[in-house]
C-alpha cells in the first residue's frame, strides 16, 4: 500500500505521509450541506502510470475551466529498483 484516499470528510482535502503510506482527503465536491462561503468545491483526482512506477494525485476546483491544484507526486519507484519514501 502506498496511499490511501478517501472522499467524504468535508472540506478536507489534505495529503500526509503516515508511517510511508499517504493519506489524502478528497475535498468537498458536492452543494449539499458542507462547505464555506466562497470556498471552491474541488475533487482530488487520482493518476497510477500504466505500470506502477509513479503515483500522483491533484484537485480540479469547480471554475469554469476546471482550474488544477495542489499537483503532487504520492509515490515513485527510484531509478534504482527501490522506492521513494
Known amino acids: 500500500v502506498k496511499a490511501v484516499l478517501v472522499g467524504h470528510?468535508?472540506?478536507n482535502d489534505f495529503c500526509a505521509r503516515h508511517r510511508?503510506?499517504?493519506?489524502?482527503?478528497?475535498?468537498?465536491?458536492?452543494?449539499?450541506?458542507?462547505?464555506l462561503v466562497g470556498w471552491l468545491r474541488r475533487a482530488r483526482v487520482l493518476?497510477?502510470?500504466?505500470?506502477g512506477e509513479r503515483i500522483e494525485t491533484y484537485k480540479?476546483?469547480?471554475?469554469?475551466?476546471?482550474?488544477?491544484?495542489?499537483k503532487q507526486v504520492l509515490w515513485e519507484r527510484a531509478l534504482a529498483g527501490g522506492s521513494k519514501e
Not at 510511508?20 to 462547505?35: R, V
Not at 493518476?47 to 505500470?51: D, K, N
Not at 480540479?60 to 495542489?70: H, I
Open 60 to 70: 480540479l476546483l469547480d471554475t469554469p475551466t476546471l482550474e488544477l491544484l495542489d
Open 47 to 51: 493518476r497510477v502510470s500504466r505500470h
Open 9 to 11: 470528510d468535508h472540506i
Open 20 to 35: 510511508g503510506i499517504q493519506l489524502c482527503y478528497a475535498g468537498g465536491a458536492g452543494y449539499h450541506g458542507y462547505g
